[in-house]
C-alpha cells in the first residue's frame, strides 16, 4: 500500500467508527430495544440501494454489492457491540 492509500484507509477506518458509535448512542437516547436495533439493521441489509452502479459492468456492480454489503455489516455489528458493551456498564 502506498502512504496515500493508508491515509485513505485509516480515514475510512475512523469514519466507520464515528458512525457506529453516533449509532450506538442515538439508540440509547431512544430507548431502541436490542429487537428493534435488530430489526432495524436486518431491514438496512436487505435492501438493495447499491444494486445498480451507472457506468459499472454487472459483475463490477455485483462486486461493489457484496462489499457495500460486508462493509455496512462490519459497522452494524460494531454497533451491536458498543450497545453491548454500554449495557455492561453501570449507569
Known sequence: MTEAELKQEAR???IEQLLAN??????RIAGASDQDVE???RTLLEKELWATVEGATPEQSDM???EIHDALSRILSEISQL?????????
Request: charged residues 20%; hydrophobic residues 55%; without cysteine.
Open 12 to 14: 475510512l477506518i475512523a
Open 22 to 27: 453516533l449509532f450506538a448512542i442515538v439508540y
Open 39 to 41: 430489526e432495524s439493521h
Open 64 to 66: 461493489l454489492s457484496a
Open 83 to 91: 450497545r453491548r458493551l454500554a449495557k455492561a456498564q453501570p449507569e
